[in-house]
């Protein structure tokens, strides 16, 4: 059991910065999304997430779907997501996102998944299906994959990434000396090896940090040369916002000047594209990474 620290009432009465306020999702575009989502009983890590730009993006007719469930195997102190031992898996779900995809007539689709590590394939088979679906009833439109981390199982990550998706994201999430806090059940190491074999295997490869949770500046700029040591093309950089009085509390609003500033950094240093921003998420414009 994950002992997470105790909210303070100065953190609780902290208020959030002007550049982080958000528009309420409304429009004719929202409701469409938010219809076809619930006809075909889908799940959207935007709502499971809480993810801010979901008003942003639902209303342009895009979404992130999330398959295998709603229920993660892992305890992340930042996450949103329900925890817990997460019910048989659906395998009709391929068919119902490709549809659903289909239906929304979107060019660019964002896949992602909970961690399912009681399955022995980490639900590769599904990942790998529920892309192929996509494609036979969409080839026009281009897919990122954001997958979960799968414990070293490589047979697992290629089974997942061999569908004939354009883009491949497993996000790092924070720097390396915060692991054990914010990720107790990962290890820095083995997603940058992740990554690695991501890259040799012909992909481009993607991952997101967010900011605001302790992390020194000389560690996020080390984060940034080992993802570029390991073949990462594309990183997203974002404010962590705390989702419930249980999570993790935030540390420090990051101010804009310097999410530009290591945008910068970023590109200096190698990474071919770096979205940086307070309200950026993984799959924040993420039509604009298919082709870097």
Same mark, same amino acid.
């Given at each position: 059991?994950?002992?997470?620290?105790?909210?303070?009432?100065?953190? /609780?009465?902290?208020?959030?910065?002007?550049?982080?306020?958000?528009?309420?999702?409304?429009?004719?575009?929202?409701?469409?999304?938010?219809?076809?989502?619930?006809?075909?009983?889908?799940?959207?890590?935007?709502?499971?997430?809480?993810?801010?730009?979901?008003?942003?993006?639902? $209303?342009? %007719?895009?979404?992130?779907?999330?398959?295998?469930?709603?229920?993660?195997?892992?305890?992340?102190?930042?996450?949103?997501?329900?925890?817990?031992?997460?019910p048989e898996y659906d395998t009709d779900e391929?068919?119902?996102?490709?549809?659903?995809?289909?239906?929304?007539?979107?060019?660019?689709?964002?896949?992602?998944?909970?961690?399912?590590? *009681?399955?022995?394939?980490? %639900?590769?088979?599904?990942?790998? @299906?529920?892309?192929?679906?996509?494609?036979?009833?969409?080839?026009? /439109? /281009?897919? *990122?994959?954001?997958?979960?981390?799968?414990?070293?199982?490589?047979?697992?990550?290629?089974?997942?990434?061999? $569908?004939?998706?354009?883009?491949?994201?497993?996000?790092?999430? /924070?720097?390396?000396?915060?692991?054990?806090?914010?990720?107790?059940?990962?290890?820095?190491?083995?997603?940058?090896? @992740?990554?690695?074999?991501?890259?040799?295997?012909?992909?481009?490869?993607?991952?997101?940090?967010?900011?605001?949770? $302790?992390?020194?500046?000389?560690?996020?700029?080390?984060?940034?040369?080992?993802?570029?040591?390991?073949?990462?093309?594309?990183?997203?950089?974002? @404010?962590?916002?705390?989702?419930?009085?249980?999570?993790?509390?935030?540390?420090?609003?990051?101010?804009?000047?310097?999410?530009?500033?290591?945008?910068?950094?970023?590109?200096?240093?190698?990474?071919?594209?770096?979205?940086?921003?307070?309200?950026?998420?993984?799959?924040?414009?993420?039509?604009?990474?298919?082709?870097?």
């Amino acid at each position: 059991m994950i002992e997470l620290p105790v909210i303070s009432e100065e953190a /609780t009465r902290r208020k959030k910065p002007d550049w982080l306020r958000v528009k309420l999702p409304v429009g004719k575009e929202y409701a469409k999304v938010r219809k076809l989502v619930d006809e075909h009983k889908l799940h959207t890590i935007c709502e499971s997430g809480n993810c801010p730009n979901m008003g942003e993006c639902w $209303g342009a %007719g895009t979404a992130t779907f999330m398959i295998l469930g709603n229920v993660c195997t892992r305890s992340c102190s930042f996450c949103a997501v329900a925890t817990g031992r997460p019910p048989e898996y659906d395998t009709d779900e391929p068919r119902r996102v490709a549809e659903a995809i289909q239906l929304m007539g979107v060019k660019h689709a964002v896949i992602t998944s909970v961690n399912r590590d *009681e399955l022995k394939d980490k %639900g590769a088979e599904i990942w790998y @299906q529920t892309v192929v679906q996509t494609k036979e009833l969409s080839p026009e /439109t /281009t897919i *990122e994959t954001l997958i979960p981390d799968v414990k070293s199982n490589w047979d697992a990550l290629y089974r997942m990434i061999s $569908g004939g998706q354009e883009v491949v994201s497993h996000n790092m999430e /924070t720097v390396g000396s915060l692991y054990r806090r914010v990720r107790p059940q990962a290890k820095y190491e083995r997603s940058l090896e @992740q990554i690695k074999l991501t890259k040799e295997f012909g992909k481009r490869t993607k991952t997101g940090i967010m900011l605001g949770l $302790g992390e020194k500046k000389e560690e996020v700029l080390t984060a940034m040369d080992h993802l570029v040591e390991h073949g990462c093309d594309i990183l997203t950089l974002g @404010q962590y916002l705390q989702p419930t009085k249980m999570h993790i509390e935030v540390a420090e609003f990051i101010h804009p000047d310097l999410f530009a500033e290591y945008r910068e950094e970023g590109l200096r240093r190698g990474l071919k594209y770096v979205e940086s921003g307070p309200l950026v998420r993984s799959s924040y414009h993420a039509e604009r990474h298919v082709n870097v």
